[in-house]
């Protein structure tokens, strides 16, 4: 079984775990509509990449009247979110794959979703990811919090056949010398008993 079929079905069993939290619109206390409306951006086209059924998206389009794009590996998480935010462009597959990444925005969002990644689908992610953003425009990475250079490999208790990579994935943009970081958020989830981390980014080319 490919790697892509894996995460796929990692992702429709993930979807049935937590559908009931999905099927809500988010509200203002999510930690990411919470970072975007701390430092007052206004975000005309907006792509969020594990975007499960587009439940924050849509707070967004209410909220700031964006034109908003998601993708989700989880055939069923999009389904849903078809029929209930139907004003959300939702799309099922992976973002390198689709026609999404010919589009430029003005935020894109990383979902609960990189830890899954090897280090390497990372890299080729965040260059689609850095194409498609215009100048001027957010990253924004929702995912675990880890230490600065710390590098963890572990089991994914969900599907064995996966494995959890814990790792600094904003170090990858602020690399490169046109991401400033703006800003982070950090929580403690007693759910998972870790701590979850928002950082947003923002890409300035003055060169």
């Known amino acids: 079984m490919t790697f892509e079929k894996i ?12 559908r009931y939290a999905r099927i809500k619109i988010a509200t203002k ?3 990411v509509f919470k970072i975007i409306s701390k ?4 975000p005309k086209r907006i792509l969020e990449i ?4 587009g439940y924050l998206l849509e707070s ?14 989880s055939k ?26 010919n589009l430029k925005y003005d935020l894109i969002i990383c979902g609960f979703f990189l830890f899954m990644l090897p280090p390497s689908k990372i ?23 880890n230490k600065s250079n710390s590098f963890e490999i572990k089991d994914y208790k969900h599907e064995k056949k996966l494995k959890v990579y814990r790792w600094n994935y904003k170090k990858v943009f602020l ?5 400033q970081k703006k800003d982070i958020i950090k929580s403690y989830y007693p759910k998972i008993k870790d701590y979850l981390e928002v950082s947003l980014m923002k890409k300035k080319i003055s060169f």
Do not use: Q, W
């Open 7 to 18: 995460i796929k079905k990692a992702s429709i069993e993930n979807h049935k775990r937590n």
């Open 60 to 73: 967004f389009r209410k909220n700031y009247n964006s034109e908003c794009y998601g993708i989700d590996t």
């Open 123 to 145: 890299l080729n992610l965040f260059s689609k990811i850095d194409t498609s953003l215009n100048n001027g425009g957010y990253v924004v990475i929702y995912d675990h919090f």
């Open 29 to 31: 206390k999510n930690l």
């Open 175 to 179: 690399s490169l010398p046109y991401y």
């Open 39 to 42: 430092n007052k951006i206004k």
């Open 76 to 101: 069923s998480a999009i389904s849903d979110g078809k029929k209930l935010f139907k004003k959300i462009n939702l799309t099922h597959g992976m973002f390198e794959d689709s026609k999404l990444k």
């Open 50 to 53: 594990g975007s499960s059924t």
